[in-house]
């Protein structure tokens, strides 16, 4: 049945789907037109305020960037390459492709998003690789996906994060929020836990037959390839250098000197910062010279494009949302009709339909999380009940548009229409598991 469902959602999206930067552009418009509809804004004050945010990411931009190919680079260093090819040569089923695809995604997004969304999409990549029988497009969005379904308990998921942390913006309104009522406690466990396991299931029963399957395929061969190069034996000062072992380990030996003091200062944070420093400098020393790393730095580039260009219109997307003040309208709409039992569903649903046009977690949680925490006050609920549903929320609606997935089908060379239907109905199940738990579980043991 789910074979059939996600079949449909595929045929439909090859028929209306855009590319994702049109799927960009078309967002922009809808959110134009509410601003000026729904928020009373003048048509140049939304133009103002679409501007006002359009740059907004671009540090946010440039972390993408660099997790996309400093993540490719680690993979493309020759001992990374034996070892992901020896462990991607384990499956030799479409499901056993599948499963084994989820399992290191999953990990990886349990320590970080965003080693999650890279080495779930370069494993997967290496499997559909040495898998023929796999059909290239579910293990891409099977990885994606499994990073997704497991991020609710992820260690480094923004909100929870952030209402634990000494100085936040909302610590004069709700204090400190220890974890075990967040990452740690029943209700983000159950809906992390419970997600992965079923779309593992999910994704075994939506498997093209064998006829239908699409193998590996990459155009320009992005994907790393696992035959060890010729080295290469300089003979000028500049070659002599940029081969230079010996700069590469100094330089590298600075760069974990930093990343020791980085962890005794500030425990184990891994946000998206020392994690790029991390990939930068273990690629750099698994490389073993300059211009070995520069080269596969070169390489990877290419699959960046599409990040680069869609991620200014999502913050002006941002920036239209915020400053015409459609993310308190939209909020405080579901906050209106909600009781203290309905609340944690209405919540959870309002933070799916704002994600669809702020998908940034902390940029979401800043604007929206106010009003959901002085909500869940007003009904005498705990604030955690706010913070979870809307982490959730800010998650589910990830499958629907594609805003975190640029850089796996940026690497993969696949398209939005390729992984969408797949996503789809994965979506579906995580909201489903996500409304039970934000229902009826507590938010601590």
């Not at 698994?286 to 080269?295: A, E, M, T």
């Not at 993310?327 to 569903?345: C, D, K, Q, R």
Request: net charge neutral; hydrophobic share 55%.
């Amino acid at each position: 049945m789910l074979r059939s469902i996600s079949q449909r959602f595929n045929v439909g999206v090859e028929k209306y789907l855009p590319d994702a930067f049109i799927f960009a552009i078309i967002l922009t418009f809808i959110t134009y037109m509410m601003g000026i509809v729904l928020a009373g804004q003048t048509p140049l004050a939304m133009i103002e305020h679409w501007y006002s945010g359009f740059w907004n990411f671009l540090a946010f931009t440039t972390q993408m960037v660099m997790i996309l190919v400093t993540g490719y680079c680690l993979v493309e260093a020759p001992v990374v390459k034996k070892m992901v090819n020896r462990l991607a040569s384990l499956p030799k089923t479409q499901g056993s492709a599948l499963s084994l695809t989820m399992l290191v995604a999953g990990i990886g997004g349990y320590i970080s998003w965003g080693l999650g969304f890279i080495l779930g999409t370069l494993f997967a990549m290496e499997v559909a690789r040495n898998v023929q029988k796999a059909d290239y497009r579910i293990l891409i969005a099977a990885a994606y996906t499994a990073t997704i379904a497991i991020l609710p308990a992820s260690i480094t998921v923004t909100a929870p994060l952030l209402v634990n942390t000494p100085g936040h913006s909302l610590e004069e309104s709700i204090g400190l929020i220890p974890l075990n009522q967040t990452i740690f406690g029943p209700m983000l466990l159950f809906v992390a836990l419970v997600s992965f396991v079923l779309v593992i299931w999910a994704f075994r029963a939506m498997m093209p037959k064998e006829n239908e399957v699409i193998p590996f395929r990459h155009s320009g061969e992005i994907a790393a390839s696992t035959d060890v190069p010729v080295r290469e034996v300089p003979t000028t000062l500049a070659g002599k250098m940029e081969h230079s072992r010996l700069i590469n380990t100094i330089l590298v030996v600075m760069g974990f000197t930093w990343v020791i003091m980085y962890f005794y200062k500030n425990g184990f944070n891994l946000e998206l910062n020392i994690l790029n420093f991390i990939f930068l400098f273990l690629g750099l020393a698994l490389h073993g010279s300059p211009i070995s790393y520069i080269r596969s730095i070169t390489k990877a580039m290419p699959s960046a494009s599409g990040i680069a260009l869609q991620f200014p219109f999502y913050a002006g997307i941002m920036g239209m949302m915020a400053g015409s003040g459609l993310i308190g309208i939209i909020a405080n709409w579901f906050v209106s009709i909600s009781n203290e039992h309905t609340f944690p569903l209405f919540s959870l649903i309002s933070a799916c339909i704002v994600n669809i046009f702020v998908p940034s977690a902390g940029g979401q949680w800043q604007i929206q999380g106010p009003v959901m925490v002085e909500a869940a006050k007003a009904l005498n609920l705990t604030p955690a009940i706010a913070v979870n549903t809307v982490t959730i929320g800010d998650l589910v609606t990830n499958l629907l548009q594609p805003f975190f997935v640029l850089p796996a089908l940026g690497l993969s060379g696949l398209s939005l229409k390729d992984i969408w239907g797949y996503c789809m109905v994965a979506m579906f199940i995580i909201f489903f598991v996500a409304a039970i738990g934000v229902t009826f579980l507590p938010v601590s043991f």
